[in-house]
């Protein structure tokens, strides 16, 4: 970004705040739109501070879907993606010499049967006043456990990962000790939320193997949460918390080993999409469908991932269609990049090239209309796929 460029409207801050709330990473969204990932990060942030849960409390909203870059898919036929596009990767290189998943991570029951257990608590370093707290009432260990959380949150948007790391590890102590004596869902669930931002800070600092468990137990906490309450928002946050283990599994041991928590997510999704019929859910659903079409792509190629993204890309074309504005068109043109390098695996670059036609037509349209460099590097990486895929079809053809 050049120096004199004007600040962010509003509009640009909330709708990015809504993308990551519907399950797009600040990584992801960075590719795609001006802001760097940390500037989205702040916001969404920022935004979800205050929004209660129903307790009276301030309550955390579920985290955005993944914490990683998604890393670039490898194009087919000497193609080369769009800045945003292929497959999600959803966490660095896997760390060598791991043991599988499942032995890293057993099942932990949800914090309703096991509270207070000390051994169900990661490890926390002891802090002054120990004492003290031991003889902490429930509402008081509860109150400062929000508090420290929200500290540790402030820590994360600083960049301290490591000192974030100690505040929501004490954070879950003080919220495990209000659990002894107070089960509510809310506290329940503001517990797991935790276990999640701890998930994430770890993951930063020492590795999806680090974050896996505290993903884990967020994810026993979601799913109990969301049968006992069966709404849309407490499966919402089970495939969130799905998600989050897929992510760590797959950099870890990769995607086929995360794919049946994407299924899962993807369930989860479809059925809160059909019973809302929201953008909001509407796009979670998509995000869904892409999510699982990447890891297929990772496993057995663009091929297998077609379904999905032919899904997927019907639903971004109607949110373009609804909201006509260039995120959603952006996110309309990626999406007929998926489904052009699919079905040139799949079918040959005949049957690929009108999806790349239209693919060049709409970053053409967004850079004529935008004129940023990002606008014309997309516009001009467009031309350049439909540019080789015509002459693919074309040698094809003679």
Request: charged share 30%; aromatic share 6%.
């Amino acid at each position: 970004m050049g120096q004199g460029r004007r600040p962010y409207s509003p509009q640009l801050r909330q709708r990015l705040i809504e993308l990551v709330e519907a399950g797009r990473t600040p990584q992801e969204l960075a590719r795609e739109f001006e802001p760097s990932a940390k500037t989205i990060e702040r916001w969404y942030r920022q935004a979800r501070q205050g929004k209660g849960a129903g307790s009276g409390e301030p309550a955390k909203a579920a985290a955005s879907e993944e914490i990683a870059p998604a890393a670039g898919g490898d194009g087919a036929a000497g193609t080369a993606p769009v800045a945003g596009a292929g497959a999600e990767e959803g966490g660095s290189a896997a760390a060598g010499g791991e043991q599988p998943a499942a032995e890293r991570a057993p099942a932990v029951q949800a914090p309703a049967t096991v509270a207070g257990k000390a051994a169900e608590s990661p490890r926390r370093p002891a802090r002054s006043g120990q004492g003290v707290r031991r003889r902490m009432s429930p509402a008081s260990a509860r109150k400062q456990g929000v508090a420290r959380s929200e500290e540790g949150d402030q820590l994360w948007e600083s960049g301290d990962a490591a000192a974030a790391v100690s505040a929501y590890r004490e954070a879950v102590e003080l919220l495990m000790r209000a659990l002894a004596e107070e089960t509510d869902a809310a506290l329940r669930r503001e517990l797991g939320v935790t276990f999640e931002r701890l998930g994430d800070a770890l993951f930063a600092v020492e590795g999806p193997a680090a974050a896996l468990p505290d993903y884990h137990r967020w994810r026993h906490i979601a799913e109990r949460l969301a049968v006992e309450q069966d709404t849309s928002q407490a499966r919402r946050d089970w495939s969130v918390a799905l998600n989050r283990v897929g992510n760590a599994v797959r950099a870890l041991d990769g995607a086929e080993t995360a794919l049946p928590y994407y299924y899962k997510a993807l369930e989860l999704r479809e059925e809160i999409a059909e019973e809302q019929g929201t953008l909001r859910a509407r796009q979670d659903w998509a995000l869904a469908l892409e999510r699982v079409g990447a890891a297929l792509e990772a496993i057995e190629g663009n091929g297998a991932a077609l379904s999905y993204y032919r899904r997927a890309l019907e639903l971004r074309e109607a949110f373009a269609g609804e909201l006509r504005t260039p995120e959603a068109r952006r996110a309309w043109g990626l999406a007929y990049e998926r489904v052009g390098m699919a079905v040139l695996e799949a079918q040959g670059p005949s049957q690929a090239l009108p999806y790349f036609d239209r693919l060049a037509e709409i970053f053409e349209a967004l850079a004529d209309e935008l004129d940023t460099p990002q606008a014309q590097e997309e516009r001009s990486k467009a031309q350049t796929m439909l540019g080789k895929v015509q002459a693919s079809a074309f040698h094809d053809e003679g």
